[in-house]
């Protein structure tokens, strides 16, 4: 504070030196963040361009049929991006079909029926399931879901489902466990916590009143469910299914222990398949030339794809903690 | 007449309710059933095969001994050397989208651009520093695992520092600029220290993602049996070292494998506890 | 401040002393490649680093990874299965030797049916792998076992995924055989399997077959001795029935003339003999004649001296064959000749 006492001091200092000093680092200060904020975005569009440069030699080789092309065989150097992009879609769907009915049903549970004291440690376990590392519900799902798989509820699928018309032509042998039914159930599994830990933060946000009122007027928990906190909530559920879809989309190691190697095209969903993160992971090392670009191509329609589903699953849920 | 329509009804409801609710409550039961399967399986195979060999010895060849101790440090070294890169970049990129463009078209799409690099899959950065990293240097190396590791872990650090920073109220931000200080200063001593239990959850959260990352090290820093303490030249990681060891016939590399799963499990949830005690009140 | 400023320098600190100790570590002698030689190869860098403290750091990736990796100058020396062809060593400036040889056999996971139970001969394997023989009681498996139990399960044939000499090996055998085959698939590291899905190197084929049940594929007959799996006994080119064991592979690798072969390209399958194993493979390993590390390459030369001269009990053990004395001679001069000065 300047008074009477120190005046002659508070002079002598030089005000004017200070303000520019300030001005120097300020100004230092606000260019390091501003350089790591368009660190972010330069990375992703590098990211991009990579990807783009990497796989130009096949979309030159193939042209767009690449992304129709329902062959895909190192030995004979044909590649085409379907057989990896159907299994990619078709166990995401499988894995979700399974998980968001699971993920809501416990989101209800743990914000209307379950007692207050179990809240927090399911409310925590749920989370800490969704920390598990992916390459363990790769390895569990190997060693204890593939011989369930192969010995009971395959040949189960098989003898009821398999001889149903339609239908049945999705469950036709060879069924030795891997495939991608397998690997829809080791996805649903892991993303459960997921979708579920987005559920219940967002079915927390409707207000006490509304819930309480419809209590109030003789609804039942599940009417209440239905009526209110689905309808309230349903931007924010729909975003929340659809970033899950996007973890599913790219998910690696869980995925490709147990559903086995095969590129064939085939209507059987119980048979060994591939998607195309498996593909990449199991054939990149040793992929080049022609092998090497088809599968950064695949890299790169999987990132269309995931960034697709994401920017969609932003629209739909704005800026919320949950994400 | 009335009255046993409304009895119906009523019942029908009741009914109704009592099914979901059931479902519901089995719903939950099914999901405590899984993480029980999970960490049983995991206990069960993993704990039999710990000894002191796992951490005092390096990956073997099949029939010897050996434990995981060069893949339990280049976890440490990598995971180490990642946050040391993604934490500062991380939080001074959250600075800028809050503090000083907070609002602007531009900085919404950055914190757009941060939100898509943040859930993109992790076996696509792994391709990326192949090409980038990988190709150029003419093979595996800690540096471009290292790499691949920032890259996941700083969009997470980004975002949590935007969520702490907007968490902060604006009279505190009113009050630091009257004080006369440099901004800089202002910001480090006053707002970050208010928001600064909220970016260490941040960056804890970032260390027990990257730790169990396996893809994106697959080919980046590859695999060795051998301790490499070097930056250049492949470095085993733990969950690179579990996916080759459970993929071998041997019974005793499968059982390191399954001791490595166990280890980095464990470690993982050990963080994630740390950072929700610390986290805490905001749920 | 000062909690940041202690952070910043133990942080430093450790990151100075983590690099430190990093450069104190010599550079590894590199190589990848061939799943076959690969037991074998990692129990010879284990003594070799207890007699010289020098690392090899060997990986498993199969020989297709293996050559890749050595064409891109990422490893020091690669191992393939398929012996590279005149044309591509010379393009490339590479020289390749022999290692080792062994057998591939054939491993099944059949319910009530024991290791070295089963006989197959050339025909039926074919039958099973183009995917005409599609059961266990099949007649034709039948006829070759009569005193076999043999359940009506179907056949799930394994191949490796990846590229693999033991593939290449293994198809040659088939195209032999089977006239069928060599016309509809061929021979390669990579082939069109007709049926059948794929494993991850040798590794992920034999926890494969191991996990499904009516399972066959082949593999290298150390990887059945570790994970305890069924074999088969074959009926080789002479028509007598022969078990995988050391002396019927040392049978059908004594009929190679390495000396004589331009590179030492040698195939054993379906050799000629009474005793001689029909599925026998060799493993060659290849390196630059003009490297650009001289020191590595030297340091690669070494450990497969030290290998050829002390590292047959190694060999013997996991039912390898080494290179007989007289070849690892005739190599070992070769090399004064393929590689620059020491």
């Known amino acids: 504070m300047v008074d009477a006492t120190n005046a002659a001091e508070f002079s002598r200092v030089d005000v004017a030196a200070i303000t520019k000093t300030f001005k120097l680092q300020d100004r230092i200060f606000f260019f390091m963040t501003l350089a790591s904020a368009a660190l972010v975005v330069l990375m992703l569009l590098a990211i991009l361009v990579v990807l783009v440069i990497d796989a130009i030699p096949t979309f030159q080789t193939y042209g767009l049929s690449f992304l129709w092309g329902t062959v895909w065989s190192a030995p004979t150097e044909k590649f085409g991006a379907v057989p990896a992009v159907m299994g990619t879609l078709i166990s995401s769907l499988i894995a979700m079909l399974i998980a968001v009915p699971l993920s809501f049903g416990i989101a209800i549970f743990l914000t209307e029926l379950c007692p207050g004291s179990l809240r927090r440690p399911i409310g925590t376990a749920i989370e800490l399931l969704a920390g598990v590392p992916s390459i363990i519900y790769g390895i569990v799902g190997l060693f204890v879901l593939v011989p369930l798989m192969q010995l009971y509820i395959l040949p189960f699928l098989i003898a009821t489902v398999g001889q149903v018309p339609v239908i049945g032509y999705l469950f036709q042998p060879p069924a030795p466990g891997v495939g991608l039914l397998t690997a829809s159930l080791v996805l649903a599994i892991m993303i459960l916590p997921f979708i579920t830990a987005i559920t219940r933060d967002v079915f927390l946000t409707v207000p006490p009143m509304l819930r309480e009122s419809a209590y109030g007027m003789g609804m039942t928990t599940w009417e209440v469910a239905r009526n209110i906190l689905i309808p309230y909530t349903r931007r924010g559920l729909v975003g929340g299914v659809m970033l899950g879809l996007g973890r599913a989309l790219g998910e690696t190691m869980a995925v490709t222990f147990v559903v086995g190697s095969v590129t064939r095209l085939q209507a059987s969903i119980i048979s060994p398949s591939t998607t195309i993160s498996a593909q990449i992971a199991n054939t990149f090392g040793e992929a080049d030339g022609l092998q090497l670009s088809s599968l950064i191509a695949l890299g790169l329609l999987l990132f269309i794809l995931s960034f697709c589903v994401l920017a969609l699953a932003k629209w739909m849920i704005g800026r919320s903690d949950t994400l | 007449m009335e009255d046993t329509i409304r009895q119906n009804i009523m019942s029908r409801r009741y009914g109704r309710n009592r099914l979901m609710m059931t479902l519901s409550v089995a719903a939950a039961a099914l999901g405590m059933f899984f993480l029980a399967v999970i ?36 976890s440490f070294l990598l995971t180490f050397f990642a946050i040391l890169i993604a934490a500062p970049i991380g939080i001074l990129a959250g600075t800028y989208l809050v503090e000083y463009a907070n609002g602007s078209k531009l900085a919404e799409a950055a914190k757009f651009i941060n939100d898509i690099l943040l859930s993109a899959p992790s076996i696509i950065i792994g391709v990326f520093v192949y090409g980038a990293v990988v190709v150029p240097m003419h093979g595996n190396s800690a540096i471009a695992g290292i790499i691949a590791l920032a890259l996941i872990a700083l969009p997470v650090v980004n975002r949590t520092t935007q969520d702490m920073l907007l968490l902060v109220p604006n009279a505190l931000r009113e009050a630091t600029a009257a004080l006369g200080a440099p901004r800089w200063k202002a910001m480090t001593h006053v707002i970050y220290r208010s928001a600064w239990t909220g970016i260490l959850t941040g960056i804890l959260l970032a260390v027990a993602r990257i730790s169990g990352e396996t893809a994106p090290l697959l080919f980046t820093a590859g695999y060795s049996k051998f301790m490499n303490g070097g930056f250049t030249g492949p470095i085993a990681t733990l969950p690179v070292a579990i996916n080759t060891l459970a993929a071998d016939p041997g019974e005793d590399l499968k059982r390191l494998a399954w001791a490595g799963a166990l280890i980095i499990t464990v470690a993982i949830l050990a963080i994630n506890i740390v950072a929700r005690l610390m986290g805490g009140r905001r749920q | 401040m000062n909690l940041i400023r202690k952070f910043a320098v133990g942080a430093a600190a450790a990151a100075l002393s983590i690099t430190l100790a990093g450069a104190s570590f010599a550079a590894d002698i590199t190589g990848a490649g061939s799943s076959f030689i690969n037991p074998v190869l990692s129990k010879w860098a284990e003594g070799y680093k207890a007699a010289t403290s020098n690392t090899v750091n060997y990986q498993s990736v199969g020989s297709g990874a293996g050559i890749k990796q050595l064409l891109a100058k990422t490893v020091v020396f690669g191992a393939t299965d398929k012996p590279m062809s005149d044309g591509d060593l010379e393009k490339n400036g590479l020289a390749q030797f022999p290692m080792i040889s062994g057998g591939i056999v054939v491993t099944y996971n059949i319910d009530g049916v024991k290791p070295g139970e089963l006989v197959f001969d050339g025909e039926t394997l074919s039958g099973i792998f183009l995917g005409k023989i599609t059961k266990w009681d099949d007649a034709a498996l039948k006829k070759l076992n009569p005193d076999v139990k043999l359940p009506s399960t179907p056949i799930s044939v394994v191949y490796r995924a990846d590229g693999s000499g033991t593939t290449f090996n293994f198809t040659n055998y088939l195209s032999k055989v089977s006239p069928e085959w060599k016309e509809k698939v061929g021979s390669d590291t990579a082939v069109q399997w007709p049926v059948g899905f794929g494993a991850k190197g040798s590794e992920g084929v034999s926890t494969t077959v191991a996990q499904t049940a009516g399972s066959i594929s082949y593999v290298e007959y150390s990887y059945v001795v570790a994970n305890k799996m069924g074999f088969s006994k074959m009926k080789n080119a002479a028509g007598k029935i022969v078990e995988p064991k050391l002396d019927t592979f040392a049978a059908a690798a004594s009929n190679a003339d390495w000396k004589g072969a331009k590179n030492f390209n040698v195939m054993i399958t379906n050799q000629a ?70």
């Open chain 3, 273 to 342: 003999g009474d005793n001689t194993w029909p599925i026998a493979a060799s493993t060659w390993v290849v390196l630059y004649k003009q490297p650009t590390d001289k020191a590595l390459n030297q340091g690669a030369l070494d450990f497969f001296k030290w290998a050829y001269e002390k590292g047959q009990k190694d060999a013997t053990t996991l039912n390898y064959v080494a290179v007989p004395e007289a070849v690892a001679k005739v190599v070992m001069e070769s090399w004064n000749k393929d590689f620059a000065a020491k």
């Open chain 2, 39 to 74: 960490l049983g399986t995991l206990l069960f195979h993993g704990v039999s095969s710990l000894s002191i060999d796992v951490f005092t010895m390096s990956i073997p060849a099949e029939g010897s001994r050996g434990g995981l101790l060069n893949a339990i440090y280049g």
